[in-house]
């Protein structure tokens, strides 16, 4: 109950009405600062919603089932594309290897690998076969698939002359590079065999990086070598050879390879304080005598990581967004995906700026590929729980699971940090989603638990049901809002809001804004 003295100035001439609007969302989730203390670009939860566009946020795409391949877990995928063949999506799934050419049913090839083990897939080039792929889990023997065939893949055997048995591969200036025990081996340049193509007494470079993580080769400037406890570069001669000298770029390591993507000019990768960038860290460093990891803000999501399980993320750069999988909590498989969006670069502060970043609550990714089907590259996924392959980032539910978006924002003081607050509305402004969709609408009150205002309902009521007599007048019904009223809860000095949307949509769910109005009590020095 509002006391007197606070109902005779909320309704006072002399009492100002101060507004306040936030429809912009894209300086991401922020943990790292208190609320009250994050910009009005960010929210202290962001979860399963778009915030690439600003000016409003779009509840995200979701998972659209490819197949089911079975109750084994998935822990490979790859997009492979040879030159004059035809193009194939590669799962590995428990012991299984099965392939898909964008359209029909998967197909069994392979059935013998060791189960549960993070699996590198690299495109290779051959002087007799032209494009194959190469099979790593780092505990079985390197795997051969030929282009168009692919029912008897080659075992490539673990000797002098074979490529060695590490999930650290890549494919550079024709030739197969393996990194293994602090040693970066390469193949002879455009073999007809690699059963035959290594000499690992001779041909490799000591490089201390520690555990073997990934190679990830950069067009014209090398190859990145990650290790667990450093990151070392080698620009290789076309003959490689004693001139050619690894230098060290980081004094710390990679700790899942699979993290590892090029993102423009820079690779990212996880790094045991966060999400960083190899060369933006080298640059920070040499400039500014210091280094934020990529992933500052979230700092309660890095706090909640699952680092005994850490070898199983794996992260992919698509549609100018960095997706990276992890696990959190007590999960035991990749629970939970980071969306980072490169070009939303956000400025705390002391010379910290770093991408935006939304999260992803309900995907269990256990590997990423880009894939093309009739010419479009998409993104597909396979669960880290089953043989289930997605493409992800389509349709409007998880495999047909309603998505549950949440955004929490700032915790406002109308820049009167001192005043305490009485009084007012909250709107919600969206766009009209179908019927049966709703927004659940709270607010919490100088930090404590939210409270509910009611629900905003997202079918539109002024839109014409044909068929109808022409001509007619348009409405707008493309934009629903509602107000609801704050008077019964009482005096504050922060109210923060939070919307949620759980439905089963399928018209897209936006939230264009959401406006406040108060009254200010007069101050009083108690």
Not at 77 to 101: N, R, S
Not at 137 to 149: F, I, K, L, S
């Amino acid at each position: 109950m509002i006391p007197s003295k606070d109902l005779v100035q909320y309704q006072g001439q002399d009492d100002p009405l101060t507004p306040l609007r936030r429809d912009d969302y894209s300086g991401g989730e922020n943990t790292r600062q208190h609320a009250s203390k994050i910009l009005p670009n960010q929210g202290e939860t962001i979860e399963n919603w778009d915030i690439g566009v600003p000016g409003q946020i779009r509840k995200i795409l979701g998972l659209t089932l490819v197949e089911d391949l079975g109750s084994d877990a998935g822990v490979g995928l790859f997009g492979f594309d040879p030159d004059g063949g035809t193009p194939i999506l590669v799962a590995v799934h428990g012991q299984k290897l099965e392939t898909w050419p964008g359209t029909g049913t998967f197909t069994e090839k392979t059935t013998d690998f060791t189960t549960n083990l993070p699996t590198t897939i690299i495109k290779a080039g051959e002087s007799d076969e032209g494009d194959v792929f190469l099979v790593s889990n780092g505990t079985d023997n390197v795997h051969r698939y030929e282009q168009g065939d692919y029912t008897a893949p080659q075992d490539l055997a673990d000797d002098n002359t074979s490529p060695p048995k590490t999930t650290a591969l890549c494919y550079y200036r024709n030739r197969v590079w393996g990194l293994k025990t602090n040693l970066l081996y390469f193949s002879d340049a455009y073999p007809a065999d690699y059963a035959t193509a290594f000499d690992r007494t001779a041909n490799a470079f000591r490089v201390p990086v520690g555990t073997a993580k990934a190679l990830v080769p950069i067009r014209d400037t090398g190859i990145l070598i990650m290790g667990a406890d450093q990151v070392w570069g080698l620009n290789p001669s076309f003959t490689p050879g004693a001139n050619d000298e690894p230098q060290k770029i980081l004094d710390f390591g990679c700790v899942a390879g699979n993290t590892c993507a090029q993102v423009g000019d820079d690779v990212w990768f996880l790094a045991p304080d966060g999400l960083r960038g190899v060369f933006r860290t080298q640059q920070d460093k040499i400039q500014l005598g210091q280094s934020f990891p990529l992933s500052y803000l979230l700092k309660s999501r890095h706090e909640n990581i699952n680092w005994a399980q850490i070898n199983k993320a794996t992260a992919v750069y698509w549609d100018n967004k960095y997706f990276i999988a992890l696990s959190t909590g007590a999960a035991t498989y990749n629970n939970q995906v980071w969306v980072f969006y490169p070009s939303q670069v956000v400025n705390v502060g002391n010379n910290i700026a770093v991408p935006a970043a939304m999260v992803i609550t309900d995907w269990n990714v256990a590997a990423w590929a880009k894939f093309k089907v009739n010419n479009e590259e998409r993104l597909y996924a396979i669960d880290s729980t089953t043989g289930h392959v997605y493409r992800a980032w389509y349709g409007n539910t998880n495999n047909g699971t309603a998505i549950t978006a949440t955004v929490a924002g700032r915790e406002e003081n109308f820049d009167q940090p001192l005043n305490y607050k009485v009084g007012g509305e909250l709107e919600v402004e969206a766009e009209v989603a179908g019927s049966g969709n709703t927004m659940a609408v709270s607010v919490a009150l100088d930090g404590a638990s939210f409270l509910s205002l009611g629900t905003l309902n997202l079918t539109s009521t002024t839109a014409p049901t044909l068929p109808i007599n022409l001509p007619f007048s348009l409405a707008d019904s493309y934009v629903v809002r509602d107000k609801y009223h704050l008077e019964s809860l009482g005096r504050y000095k922060t109210i923060q809001p939070k919307i949620v949307n759980s439905d089963s949509n399928t018209d897209p769910v936006v939230l264009y804004g959401i406006n406040f109005t108060t009254f200010m009590e007069e101050y009083e020095n108690e």
